[in-house]
């Protein structure tokens, strides 16, 4: 499959491409970048790759997909100018402002006959994939809790303004990891940190607590001003509990310059000084952390256009989620409980 990234910023640089090179009968054939800086650090990094200036020029090049990761509020109308012209979505989460504005996304793409996915690659991180191991074994009986925490100190990267805010940003994922793992939300209950620090006012921090219809409650909470860093998962179940302090192995290994391509055995698997312990009536045990790696989604993705396996993260599934960060959104200036 032939697939070209719109974008060349944080996500597309250490997020998309390389993984897509890592990936499975998948080709990165281009890459679309205004500046002449961005487009002089895709020639270094990425040496002889066509370089193109707007995503129409991409799409008259030829692509069978493309994955949009530019700033927020451009998605949605790149989403659906590559819809429109018949090829295959990767999309950046959010993938559209807001839950109304998603659905008309998905409806587009099965109008099309086209295959539209949310980038939800950190259903791949290494500690989820170990959790989501622990709640199948049944060893913590029926799963009451699950609380998840991933602060990070770095402001820096806070995405200002009515489009961005950590709640669109992080919580995106953390959301999406708790709905997999959990189910459906049928509740959602928020409140919301604000700053007005970078001119625009922005939520920089959340707690949002999602109670599923499975009976199963979640809670899910970041910061990025608080100068914390601290990623920690907790389930508790009838018959005992998990807990795990891990880090962000992925994240961290690109940004020292490492490639999942040059290490697939290795890549992705937290140090086991952060693996959990599993707690019940036999003892305390220590949970070995399973593989993370972000190119399986491309992987996969690749074969569900190709009509030969489930699509990773479905359209459906990004709606779901801006339906829970939408009612939180209303929680919070609300102080309420939302049904969804």
Known sequence: ??????????????????????A???????????????KAEVEADLPGLPVYSSLGELL?????????????HTRHDLVMEAIKAGVHVVADKPFAPNAQAARELAEAAARAGVVLNVYHNRRRDADILTLAGVLASGKLGDIWRVHSTMDQDNAGSLEVGASGGLLRDLGSHLVDQMLWLLGPASHVHATLDWTDRFGERTDCGFVVTMTHASGAVSTVSASKLNHSETRELRAYGSRGSYIASGADVQAEALMSGRRPVEEPATWGIDAAENWGTLSTKDGRVTIASAQGNYAGFYTWFARAVRGEGPEPVPAADGLRTLEVLDAARRSAQENAVIAL
């Open 60 to 72: 008259a090049a030829g692509v069978d997909a493309v994955t949009i990761t530019t700033p927020p």
């Open 24 to 38: 499975e009968d998948i080709e990165l054939v281009g890459i679309v970048a205004r500046s002449a800086a961005k």
């Open 1 to 22: 499959m032939r697939i070209g990234i719109v974008g060349y910023g944080a996500g597309g640089k250490y997020f998309h491409a390389p993984f897509i090179e890592a």
